[in-house]
């Protein structure tokens, strides 16, 4: 069978052949791999600037966000039939007793920096025909999300944030109100998003479906089809290139949430100084190392004691926030059809993946189908 691996060493991107796995354990469920998404973190790892193979091996099979279906199971397995739709979570345990993490099964929460990620770090991904995988780590999703399913794993950032918003927003006034649900918590807040990529617009509409008045701050400008998406979800787009981001607070008003999925360390400083009193910043996005930046850190310490202010950093997504992600999903491409499906541009072919991954995609997302 294809497979789309990197070789490190030779700093090479390429399509090599594999013997198709099988079941050895009885927790095992095989997969015929249906749409891999590509995302910023491929496209690092395909310029050999992130990314492990695994232990003893020379290239990394990429791919983490991905779409399957079964078609074998181990004698273990009781929840998944051959012909199931599943969404395969992306980071695994590390060993050490230590990680109470891990240990909890959490290990997007992990301690100790030793876990694998497929397709990323130290194990092998989904970018190739079949995986083989314990059941514990699929999630089902129904058959009518077959065409955006694959959308499941970048939104699991925005849910994995959201819960923990959720629990944040509870405490701390001015939004206590006991009697409002997890679906209705944005009502009556502002949510700003850096960045109108696919995790952006995910993370958009997610704020739009619990209620939350959205502003979404991005380069582009019209015509994209990024726009016409926050458009038809209701939110207000602001490109960066007409409102500077020290207009912001003033076009907005006081910015409740922000929600940055652009990994750009300057303007993410900068939409700092414009969060409201007792405001929540979200980091998602991983800049690179090598930004100066000139800025007064003391300032920005006062203003997020004085103004009591959170700025949480949160990474990769636990196996409840893939069940919250399909579940969304669904929302989301009943209430907004055609913009979740314009997320996905043409979908290339697994023969054309390995050229196409550090090219800029025709749509807003690209995406191989196997
Ligand atoms: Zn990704
Ligand atoms: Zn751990």
């Not at 910023?40 to 232990?55: L, Q, V």
């Not at 100084?273 to 000139?294: F, M, Q």
């Given at each position: 069978m294809k497979a789309i691996a990197v070789f490190p060493s030779d700093r090479k991107v390429t399509t090599i052949d594999l013997a198709e796995p099988g079941i050895t354990r009885p927790e095992h469920v095989k997969l015929r791999v249906l749409d891999v998404g590509i995302c910023g973190t491929d496209k690092e790892i395909c310029s050999f600037a992130y990314g492990a193979p695994p232990d003893g091996s020379d290239y990394l099979v990429i791919g983490h966000e991905a779409l399957g279906e079964v078609v074998e199971i181990g004698a273990a397995v009781a929840h998944l039939m051959p012909g199931d739709l599943v969404v395969p979570t992306v980071r695994r345990p590390c060993s050490h007793a230590r990680c109470r993490s891990c240990r909890a099964g959490h290990q997007d929460f992990c301690e100790t920096g030793d876990f694998t990620e497929r397709g990323i770090k130290g194990a092998h991904g989904y970018l190739t025909e079949f995986v083989v995988e314990d059941a514990q780590y699929l999630c089902p999703a129904p058959h009518h999300l077959r065409e955006i399913a694959v959308l499941t794993e970048p939104l699991t950032i925005a849910e994995k944030a959201g819960a923990q918003l959720y629990s944040l927003m509870q405490r701390r006034p001015p939004w206590i109100d006991p009697a409002a649900s997890e679906r209705a918590m944005g009502l009556g807040h502002r949510a700003l998003v850096l960045g109108a990529g696919p995790v952006g617009l995910l993370g958009a509409m997610a704020l739009r479906i619990v209620g939350f008045e959205t502003f979404i701050y991005s380069?582009?400008?019209?015509?994209?089809p990024r726009l016409a998406v926050a458009k038809e979800i209701g939110a207000t787009y602001l490109s960066s290139q007409s409102v500077p981001t020290d207009h912001l607070e003033a076009q907005i008003g006081p910015i409740d949430i922000v929600y940055e999925a652009m990994g750009h360390s300057l303007v993410a400083l900068e939409v700092l100084k414009a969060l409201g009193p007792n405001g929540i910043y979200v980091l998602t996005g991983v800049p690179g190392l090598r930004t100066l930046i000139e800025s007064d850190p003391a300032a920005l310490m006062r203003d997020i004691v004085l103004k009591n202010q959170v700025v949480l950093g949160t990474v990769n997504a636990g196996p409840q926030d893939f069940v919250a992600a399909i579940a969304d999903l669904e929302s989301f491409y009943r209430r907004w059809p055609s913009a979740v499906r314009s997320l996905i541009g043409e979908r290339t072919p697994l023969g054309h993946a390995a050229e196409s991954i550090l090219e800029r995609p025709a749509g807003i997302k690209r995406v191989i189908a196997i």
């Amino acid at each position: 069978m294809k497979a789309i691996a990197v070789f490190p060493s030779d700093r090479k991107v390429t399509t090599i052949d594999l013997a198709e796995p099988g079941i050895t354990r009885p927790e095992h469920v095989k997969l015929r791999v249906l749409d891999v998404g590509i995302c910023g973190t491929d496209k690092e790892i395909c310029s050999f600037a992130y990314g492990a193979p695994p232990d003893g091996s020379d290239y990394l099979v990429i791919g983490h966000e991905a779409l399957g279906e079964v078609v074998e199971i181990g004698a273990a397995v009781a929840h998944l039939m051959p012909g199931d739709l599943v969404v395969p979570t992306v980071r695994r345990p590390c060993s050490h007793a230590r990680c109470r993490s891990c240990r909890a099964g959490h290990q997007d929460f992990c301690e100790t920096g030793d876990f694998t990620e497929r397709g990323i770090k130290g194990a092998h991904g989904y970018l190739t025909e079949f995986v083989v995988e314990d059941a514990q780590y699929l999630c089902p999703a129904p058959h009518h999300l077959r065409e955006i399913a694959v959308l499941t794993e970048p939104l699991t950032i925005a849910e994995k944030a959201g819960a923990q918003l959720y629990s944040l927003m509870q405490r701390r006034p001015p939004w206590i109100d006991p009697a409002a649900s997890e679906r209705a918590m944005g009502l009556g807040h502002r949510a700003l998003v850096l960045g109108a990529g696919p995790v952006g617009l995910l993370g958009a509409m997610a704020l739009r479906i619990v209620g939350f008045e959205t502003f979404i701050y991005s380069r582009e400008q019209e015509p994209d089809p990024r726009l016409a998406v926050a458009k038809e979800i209701g939110a207000t787009y602001l490109s960066s290139q007409s409102v500077p981001t020290d207009h912001l607070e003033a076009q907005i008003g006081p910015i409740d949430i922000v929600y940055e999925a652009m990994g750009h360390s300057l303007v993410a400083l900068e939409v700092l100084k414009a969060l409201g009193p007792n405001g929540i910043y979200v980091l998602t996005g991983v800049p690179g190392l090598r930004t100066l930046i000139e800025s007064d850190p003391a300032a920005l310490m006062r203003d997020i004691v004085l103004k009591n202010q959170v700025v949480l950093g949160t990474v990769n997504a636990g196996p409840q926030d893939f069940v919250a992600a399909i579940a969304d999903l669904e929302s989301f491409y009943r209430r907004w059809p055609s913009a979740v499906r314009s997320l996905i541009g043409e979908r290339t072919p697994l023969g054309h993946a390995a050229e196409s991954i550090l090219e800029r995609p025709a749509g807003i997302k690209r995406v191989i189908a196997i």
